[in-house]
């Protein structure tokens, strides 16, 4: 890596004009990134992924620096990585879809406990069709704090109920195993009886389909958590990413420690699951505001 970040910054100075301190800066960044590649046992440019830009991003939030610097380190991967696609060094921007500090900086919003669960029960048999997918769906969302698109992928073989645990294909095709409550295991087991059990079905079969038969997709999740979002008159935006969020916040609250929530999320870089401390903080404070004759 060394020799194409010195090829991009002799670039900079031929061909951009940067002032010497803000390649002297972009360098400093290049190299502090290089040195977070080779801790995480990436070594060539082509294994570079938008998981190791987020996660240096993460990593220099967590050491304490602000906004300003962190947008700066992102510009200067960014144009590193634009310059390995021009010189045939790397197939693809990895840098493309990570957003900038302005917006992951933000603390997730999460829902009560009361919220979440009148959400779970909002499928209802007189009035849905599918109502017991869609249960099943909305507690293993919570109960295992998976992403949308893990769960729109998991495949019938990657349920084990004796064993209470799912199989999850992360970002990057990243496999961990997450446990499954009990009750959502009976939702599941609930659902696939309607469907005339798993007798008949192939391992590799999607577990969640549409009312046609076909796979779940994304945007199929989405509109059906809004519906019962809807149902249960909850107020502000909440997705399926709002119960990852609770999943997370919930544990953690309840005495988890940060690596085995870090693990059960799928997070690369630890510093992404620590927003989730703060969140807990954030409701303490308001906890505190709210009750204490001096707050």
């Known amino acids: 890596m060394s020799s194409a970040v010195a090829g991009f910054l002799d670039y900079l100075q031929a061909e951009c004009g940067l002032a ?36 240096f991003l993460r990593a220099q939030h967590a050491a304490g ?42 603390l997730p919003e999460t829902l009560s406990h009361r919220s ?19 249960r099943a769906i909305l507690m293993l969302l919570y109960a295992t704090g998976m992403r949308a698109s893990e769960l729109v992928g998991l495949k019938v073989g990657d349920l084990h109920f004796e064993l209470g645990v799912v199989r999850v294909f992360g970002k990057g095709r990243k496999e961990r195993i997450v446990p499954v409550a009990e009750e959502a295991l009976e939702r599941i087991a609930d659902y696939l009886r309607e469907l005339g059990g798993s007798a008949g079905r192939e391992e590799t079969d999607p577990l969640f389909v549409s009312r046609s038969g076909r796979p779940l997709r994304r ?13 249960a008159a909850l107020r502000g ?8 969020h609770c999943f997370a916040t919930q544990l953690l609250a309840g005495g988890a420690d940060l690596r085995s929530v870090q693990e059960m999320l799928g997070h690369a870089d630890i510093a992404t699951t620590q927003i989730y401390t703060h969140v807990d903080v954030s409701r303490l404070k308001a906890v505190h505001k709210k009750y204490h004759p001096r707050g």
């Open 237 to 244: 935006r909440v997705s399926p990413h709002t119960l990852r």
């Open 116 to 134: 979440v669960e009148a959400l779970l029960e909002a499928p209802s048999a007189d009035e849905d069709l599918h109502w017991r997918r869609d």
């Open 20 to 55: 010497d301190n803000t390649r002297a800066a972009y360098r400093r960044d290049l190299a502090q990134f290089g040195a977070y590649l080779t801790e995480a046992g990436c070594r060539c440019l082509g294994a570079i992924t938008a998981t190791h830009v987020e996660g």
């Open 219 to 231: 945007e199929d999740l989405f509109r059906l958590v809004r519906k019962y979002v809807r149902r």
């Open 65 to 106: 620096k602000g906004p300003a610097s962190i947008a700066r380190s992102l510009a200067a991967v960014r144009m590193f990585c634009r310059f390995c696609v021009f010189q045939h060094l790397m197939a693809d921007d990895p840098s493309g879809p990570v957003e900038g500090p302005r917006k992951w900086s933000r």
